[in-house]
T-cell receptor
Framework: KAGVTQTPRYLIKTRGQQVTLSCSPI?????VSWYQQTPGQGLQFLFE???????NKGNFPGRFSGRQFSNSRSEMNVSTLELGDSALYLC???????????FGSGTQLSVL | AQSVTQPDIHITVSEGASLELRCNYS??????LFWYVQSPGQGLQLLLK??????LVQGIKGFEAEFKRSQSSFNLRKPSVHWSDAAEYFC?????????????FGQGTELSVKP
């Protein structure tokens, strides 16, 4: 089976812009989670989608949003980018029955 | 509050030496427990997990971890480290009531291996 695929691998944006990141889960996995990783804050949970519904949400502002499509692919959107949004954004999928997550390689976002 | 503590930010061991990475957690009940490894610029790979049963769990790449409820710990061990083990290691906890992909991670321990 192919692993979790995230696109693009790298992104450079400027403050105030918005960005959309994409994640294709492992075939058959219905749950997709998003994490933000920074040197200062470490790995922080953003949100999780299961069967197109947001099932859980972390403590991030409303500028961070996501959605999941019927084929389980997911997108994450960040509006009005700030310098502090620079991070590695990781997507993870799971079958949905337990918490064993399979991670993609991430999208490295730089906000200038 | 739920939290995971990895007391050692950076550890250096010689190749062939044994390794123990510490992890302590604070949680309302017995959580699911995980160890992940991350190589530079890459995502996280699951090394092992504890859900229930035997408190000593075996993982990939020769790693094992022991869950000690009385100490709220889940330390990762390897009897003989290889140079390819150099990476960052993360301990994580998840809720048993299906919190939907939400894991709480420790800050990570960076492992360097001396030849």
């Amino acid at each position: 089976k192919a692993g979790v695929t995230q696109t693009p691998r790298y992104l450079i944006k400027t403050r105030g812009q918005q960005v959309t990141l994409s994640c294709s889960p492992i075939s058959g996995h219905r749950s997709v989670s998003w994490y933000q990783q920074t040197p200062g804050q470490g790995l922080q949970f953003l949100f999780e989608y299961f069967s197109e519904t947001q099932r859980n949400k972390g403590n991030f502002p409303g500028r961070f949003s996501g959605r999941q499509f019927s084929n389980s692919r997911s997108e994450m959107n960040v509006s009005t980018l700030e310098l502090g949004d620079s991070a590695l954004y990781l997507c993870a999928s799971s079958p949905g029955q337990d918490e064993k997550l399979f991670f993609g390689s991430g999208t490295q976002l730089s906000v200038l | 509050a739920q939290s995971v503590t990895q007391p050692d930010i950076h550890i250096t061991v010689s190749e062939g030496a044994s390794l123990e990475l510490r992890c302590n957690y604070s949680y309302g009940a017995t959580p699911y427990l995980f160890w992940y490894v991350q190589s530079p610029g890459q995502g996280l790979q699951l090394l092992l997990k504890y859900f229930s049963g035997d408190t000593l769990v075996q993982g990939i790449k020769g790693f094992e971890a022991e869950f000690k409820r009385s100490q709220s710990s889940f330390n990762l061990r390897k009897p003989s480290v290889h140079w390819s083990d150099a990476a960052e290691y993360f301990c994580a906890v998840g809720a048993r009531n299906n919190q939907g992909g939400k894991l709480i991670f420790g800050q990570g321990t960076e492992l360097s291996v001396k030849p």
